[in-house]
């Protein structure tokens, strides 16, 4: 996969993607990112990316010409047409089935704007997506493209070092994801349930599954979709509201 990000500050990308999981999914060759300052592309003789908005109004608004040029150039980059995403609050929210979609694609372009807004013919004639990380305001669209990048490259064959942690995370099955133990069996009188030190692999799984289920309803109950529940989790569940009923 290629990811091109178009953005006005590049150096906010360095530490990034040259880190943990995003730099080792590079050197395995499984990713490529190229960061892009558009205002390279500006025909401006100031190298201006943005103008008033016509009609008037508050702020200035990212004009055409620098995205569409910056754009046509990364998607010239490689034979895969892209995904070109616009980092914006009117998006649909980033989820993980979003990740999973996009971990499917040849080539995402990201484009980080800034100030008030984009010019419209930007958002009809370019983009594929427009894509929010959550209902909140942030100075632009890098650390949105950043959060999405690390999504997705997690995702990508052979990136992680157990291919199981991807599937198994919190969001992948549909629930929250089961609690974690590890050694010493007993620190400070806290010690871990006697069914992770058996060795019963199938008394282990149904634990998880059953921790799993739980955290999702007391925590994120939006998660949950009774309908697709088989009927041994429907059980489980009844078990759960009955012990918080008692």
């Not at 993607?17 to 500006?42: H, P």
């Amino acid at each position: 996969m290629r990811m091109d990000f178009l953005t006005l500050f590049p150096e906010m990308f360095h530490g990034v993607l040259n880190t943990s999981i995003l730099k080792q999914a590079q050197d395995k060759k499984a990713v490529e990112y190229q960061v892009t300052d558009f205002r390279s592309y500006s025909e401006n003789k100031h190298q201006k990316v943005d103008d008033y908005p016509y009609g008037g109004g508050a702020g200035m608004v990212l004009t055409p010409q620098p995205l569409f040029d910056a754009v046509e150039d990364a998607s010239a980059a490689i034979h895969a047409k892209p995904r070109v995403i616009l980092l914006c609050p009117q998006g649909r929210r980033f989820t993980q089935e979003t990740a999973e979609e996009l971990a499917e694609e040849k080539h995402l372009i990201f484009i980080c704007g800034h100030y008030e807004g984009y010019d419209e013919r930007i958002r009809e004639q370019l983009v594929t997506d427009e894509i929010s990380i959550g209902d909140f305001v942030l100075t632009g669209g890098e650390l949105g493209s950043m959060v999405i990048a690390d999504s997705v490259t997690r995702l990508l064959p052979e990136v992680l070092g157990n291919k199981d942690s991807a599937v198994t995370d919190s969001f992948s099955t549909g629930y929250l994801e089961h609690p974690h133990y590890t050694r010493p069996a007993d620190f400070r009188g806290m010690k871990v349930p006697d069914v992770l030190l058996s060795g019963h692999h199938k008394r282990i799984e149904e634990w998880r599954r059953k921790e799993a289920l739980k955290r999702t309803y007391e925590r994120r109950p939006d998660l949950l979709d009774i309908e697709r529940l088989h009927a041994e989790e429907k059980k489980w569940l009844d078990e759960i509201k009955n012990s918080r009923d008692s």
